[in-house]
């Protein structure tokens, strides 16, 4: 077999990894300029991953970064090579059952809870996938009695035979416009999570928003809702979530994550858990005790009695809705980065009794502005900015949210580094504020 790994990030490295230890001849094809790492691999960067139409290949495997669109994809179709993505590579070498993860927002909080929830009831487990261990990594270095696979939409683009034992779609909304047609797209991509699932697999799912049954008949089906509690399922309450399954009823309350978008992630992930083995007080016990994730309304610190909180993991206008619902106090929310295509000014009716004045930063913080007509909104270069700025229209008792809403990529390589600026501006700010 002759592989072609388009993309050189984690998940091409980890497919070129696997390839060299089965000694199979492998080809990288990168446009940028990462290092070439190993003499027994072919790389083409630049300029040079034009050399990718001078030959043939009967697989080429794409990375998640690769918009489908891409011409060596479709050059690589009109040839007749099987094109897939990182996720079913990994598939078709994985060697036990896979809980795989989607969703617009929520996915890690989501697969971190699964893999708590499953290794304290005894199991042999790991996270992987797109929170940035990759699934092929993983899949070819341990005996274990499951992975738990976070899986985004650029991840399902490619999949073909890829059949999680359960699949988990925790919501949709609208993001990533900018690499798909429309919403409706990105919706059929997300709903691919259930395409090969037959009747020895589970399905979790929103059943208010999806009539699986249409979806994909054939699976046995965990819902959780908001409106009921299903016969085997969840229903999610303002103060927690209630569990029914196998005829037994529990609830899961006082837990230490908070907001109705963290109980629809502890009712996803108990679900999950429980259908794979899981002792269902130690799934009780786990939710209750796992505490926010970094950059996920993450409690920085105060000033003067102004509460900041973290929130970079924030990418889109959903997960911005999510972070303001979480508190019933005086918000003075820190929106930008770069734009992904949604208008801010959807979020215009949802903030204008809910937020004090907004602070827009970053590349695209002119058009975010423009955009939030009708809401008082101030503009800052960068993050520094963005905290001074917030901080001079706070009073005792207010919320400085830094949700941003847009991609990192802008100022940052990614939204953890984001955060961590903040975290540091922040301590920054409060010393200076101080006079410490």
Same mark, same amino acid.
């Given at each position: 077999?002759?592989? =072609?790994?388009? $993309?050189? @990030?984690?998940?091409?490295?980890? +497919? /070129?990894?696997?390839?060299?230890? *089965?000694? #199979? ?111 092929? =990594?993983?899949? $070819?270095? @341990?005996?274990?009695?499951?992975? +738990? /696979?976070?899986?985004?939409?650029? *991840?399902? #683009? ?279």
């Amino acid at each position: 077999m002759k592989f =072609a790994v388009i $993309g050189y @990030g984690k998940s091409g490295k980890a +497919v /070129v990894d696997y390839l060299l230890k *089965q000694g #199979e001849p492998c080809y990288v094809f990168d446009e940028g300029n990462p290092e070439a790492e190993n003499r027994e691999v072919h790389y083409f960067f630049g300029d040079e991953a034009k050399n990718f139409y001078k030959f043939r290949f009967d697989t080429v495997v794409v990375s998640p970064g690769i918009r489908y669109n891409h011409p060596f994809i479709g050059y690589a179709l009109s040839c007749k090579e099987r094109v897939i993505g990182e996720i079913e590579f990994g598939y078709e070498v994985v060697r036990c059952p896979i809980i795989a993860i989607t969703g617009t927002n929520g996915k890690t909080t989501c697969t971190h809870l699964v893999e708590r929830m499953l290794s304290s009831s005894g199991f042999k487990v790991k996270a992987c996938g797109n929170m940035g261990f990759p699934f092929t =990594a993983a899949a $070819g270095e @341990g005996d274990w009695d499951f992975l +738990v /696979v976070e899986v985004s939409s650029f *991840q399902l #683009e490619f999949i073909d035979r890829f059949k999680p034992y359960v699949a988990v779609l925790l919501n949709v909304s609208k993001d990533h416009l900018y690499r798909y047609s429309s919403f409706e797209e990105y919706k059929r991509v997300k709903l691919k999570i259930f395409t090969n699932q037959d009747e020895g697999d589970y399905s979790v799912f929103n059943c208010d928003v999806y009539d699986m049954e249409r979806v994909n008949p054939l699976s046995r089906k965990l819902p959780f809702s908001y409106r009921c509690l299903p016969t085997d399922g969840a229903q999610i309450k303002k103060d927690g979530v209630i569990l029914s399954i196998n005829g037994d009823k529990i609830k899961i309350d006082h837990t230490k994550l908070s907001g109705g978008h963290n109980m629809e992630n502890i009712a996803a992930a108990s679900c999950a858990s429980l259908a794979c083995g899981a002792n269902i007080n130690t799934v009780k016990e786990v939710a209750m005790a796992t505490e926010t994730l970094e950059h996920r309304l993450e409690y920085v610190g105060e000033i003067d009695g102004v509460r900041f909180y973290n929130d970079s993991k924030s990418t889109n206008l959903d997960a911005v809705k999510n972070a303001v619902m979480a508190f019933d106090k005086p918000i003075i929310l820190i929106l930008g980065g770069k734009h992904k295509g949604v208008s801010f000014a959807e979020l215009v009716p949802f903030l204008k009794d809910r937020v004090k004045v907004v602070v827009v930063f970053g590349e695209d913080r002119k058009r975010i502005e423009r955009e939030l007509k009708g809401i008082a909104a101030v503009p800052a270069v960068d993050v520094a900015g963005a905290i001074s700025g917030a901080f001079a229209f706070a009073a005792k008792g207010d919320i400085v949210l830094f949700s941003p809403g847009g991609s990192s990529f802008d100022q940052y390589e990614s939204f953890e580094e984001r955060g961590r600026d903040f975290k540091r501006k922040f301590v920054r700010f409060k010393k200076k504020y101080e006079g410490v």
